[in-house]
């Protein structure tokens, strides 16, 4: 079977350990992998049945064993930087640069890798259904329900909006300013834009949830892995729940 996009073709070679694919980059290298032999090569690298299973779907598709070794070169250094990255720049514009993800394609990732609990917080959320439906095909998909939480600025407003289309039994909560509190301990405004990911990733942006937000302004935030601003943007949350600043709609 032939591998017809490079989407494919990477999710096979996540599949090969990294020592392996090295490996085999340089078998191949400067040679013509129509003629090779695989039994020599299976033999030689010592490749299980089941990697070689793999290997052979891939050798399907190339012929050049330098084009190959590139293709496996690249896709290692780009394996490294996403496994050493602890933080990256995120943003929002209609032009591509390089080195820096997009707003829209960094939540996403994150979305799909929610194992557990989901929060998002922003000001307001418009015209942007991509991101309700994904949430859901994400609950619909998973073993378990995935906890997921909301934070908006006025909540009452957005929740019929959310939970219009939302699948019964595994809806999410939603918290806004607490428009009861005292004149002197009430907040203004939620102004903070994050997304949270279990206790593994977070996003803090200053785009909003509307499509303008992620295609057509310039936006710019911090997405990290580091282990001490997740916590801390989490206990924020909670702080601000328990001392009765945002409160459940």
């Known amino acids: ?117 989901i929060r998002v917080v922003g000001y307001w959320v418009y015209e942007f259904p991509e991101f309700f439906k994904e949430l859901q095909k994400i609950q619909d998909e998973n073993e378990h329900p995935i906890n997921i939480e909301f934070y908006f600025d006025d909540a009452k407003k957005w929740k019929n909006k959310i939970l219009e289309d939302w699948p019964v039994g595994c809806r999410p909560k939603i918290f806004g300013i607490n428009k009861k509190l005292d004149k002197d301990k009430k907040i203004k405004t939620l102004h903070a834009k994050m997304v949270i990911i279990d206790d593994k990733e977070c996003l803090i942006t200053s785009a909003n949830l509307t499509k303008n937000a992620m295609q057509d302004n310039i936006e710019a935030g911090i997405w990290t892995i580091d282990k001490k601003i997740i916590q801390d943007s989490i206990n924020v949350l909670k702080h601000f729940v328990t001392d009765g600043t945002l409160k459940q709609v």
């Open 1 to 117: 079977m032939a591998i017809t996009d490079l989407e494919e073709f990477t999710k096979i070679l996540k599949l090969i350990p990294t020592s392996k694919l090295k490996e085999i980059g340089s078998y191949v290298t400067n040679g013509n992998i129509s003629e090779l032999n695989l039994m020599d090569m299976e033999t030689s690298l010592s490749i299980n049945s089941s990697n070689m299973k793999q290997i052979k779907k891939l050798f399907q598709n190339f012929t050049d064993g330098d084009i190959f070794s590139l293709l496996i070169e690249t896709f290692l250094e780009k394996k490294y930087l996403e496994e050493t990255t602890v933080s990256k720049l995120v943003v929002s514009s209609k032009t591509y640069h390089l080195g820096v993800s997009s707003t829209w394609d960094v939540i996403f990732k994150m979305l799909h890798n929610a194992q557990n609990k």
